[in-house]
Every structure is written in C-alpha cells, then in structure tokens.
C-alpha cells in the first residue's frame, strides 16, 4: 500500500517536516511574529529535564555574525619614529627602495642541526626530525654573473633582518627566526656565484627542544 493513497498520512508527514502550518483557519505565515508564534515545539533532546527558570534572552534580529575568514585583515601600521635622526634614516631607506634598480636574487633556505653519536645510536636527547630541532638556517644566495668580490660586498646582517648589496643586486630579507649575529658564518664560492649564511637560531623554546 502506497502512502499516497491516504491524504491523512501526507498530511501527517507534511506536519512533520514542517511545524508550522495553517490551523484552524489561520494562515501563519502573514508576518514574522506570527510564524514564530505558530510554531509547535516537538520533543527533542534540549526540552528533556526542568524548565529552566528566567526570561529566555530576546531573539535579536537583523544582526549578521561577522565572518572572520571573509573579514579583510587590516594593515600593520608602521612604528613611528621616536626622534628626528631615526626619522631621517627611515626616509632614507624608503627614497633608496624607491630608486632601486638592482635585482634581487634568488635564494634558498634549509634547517641544519648538529647530530652527534648519543642522537644517533643511543637516542638520548630530545631531538625529532622536525625544524623545531635545528640549531641553524643554512641561507644560500645565487648572484650569477657578479663580478664584485667577496671583500666588497655591503651585507647587514641583524636580530631579524638581512641586507646584502653588490653592483647587480640587492636584497632586504627578513628573517622567519630571530639569528644569534655573534655566532654567524658566511662563505662566499666564487666559482659558483654563491654566498652561504649559516646563521645560529636563537627561538625562545631552544632550551627545551634541545
């Protein structure tokens, strides 16, 4: 037997799906207000126990969650300088971006840690295969067709900021991690055209993770 055949069970079902319905004559979907009013509470897993006691919070209407992931981030704003020679040297870094004309070159970066015989056969540190482990930031810089040697190029290196100048190229790089700059090496290849930084992580959770 169909349920098609009976309009009672459609309508049954009908009321099922959807509480709120025509009773008695009156159409409940003539405002808002009404539709909320006709509404027929059914049993379900958040009605089980006492009613809870106090006004219920009034709905608010109109108001739309904001989406955090559709919200545009808003820009970092720059630190202002303090007093008039910072400000003058800030002017000076930004009239030099504007009027660089040099290449910046291409670059790679890789994480090193120091393995002895304790990590490798008895396993008795705390070191994973993870970055977190890596003591240094190995930074290898390609500067093809450079003519300039190693005593004349201009490299600035800091905490959390890198600076390499020559005759065709020029790179700003901020670091991911602040570098220990007492404990930084640099090799320049000459055959190859590439200058190796091998700079020292100092991260604040080293203690632990070594």
């Known amino acids: ?46 009605g089980i126990g006492p009613p809870k006691t106090g006004a219920a919070p009034a709905k608010t209407k109109g108001k739309k969650k904001t989406n955090l992931l559709a919200t545009p981030l808003e820009p970092e704003q720059k630190k202002q300088p303090a007093t008039l020679e910072q400000w003058q040297a800030q002017q000076e870094r930004e009239d030099q971006d504007v009027l660089e004309t040099r290449k910046s070159p291409e670059y790679t970066m890789t994480y090193r840690q120091a ?45 959390t900021n890198l600076d390499l100048a020559t005759c065709l190229y020029r790179l700003r790089l901020p670091l991911p991690h602040p570098v220990d700059v007492d404990k930084c090496q640099a090799k320049y290849d000459r055959e190859l055209r590439k200058l190796r930084l091998t700079l020292r992580l100092k991260r604040e959770l080293d203690y632990v993770n070594f």
């Open 1 to 46: 037997m169909s349920p098609f055949d009976n309009p009672d069970q459609m309508r049954q079902l009908q009321n099922l799906l959807n509480p709120c319905q025509t009773r008695a004559g009156i159409d409940c979907s003539s405002s808002e207000d009404e539709d909320e009013s006709m509404v027929v509470h059914k049993l379900n897993p958040g």
């Open 115 to 159: 393995v002895g015989t304790e990590d490798v056969f008895l396993q008795m540190g705390n070191r994973t295969s993870s970055s977190a482990s890596c003591e240094d930031l190995i930074l290898e810089i390609s500067l093809p067709d450079e003519e300039m040697s190693a005593e004349k190029m201009n490299l600035n290196l800091e905490e």
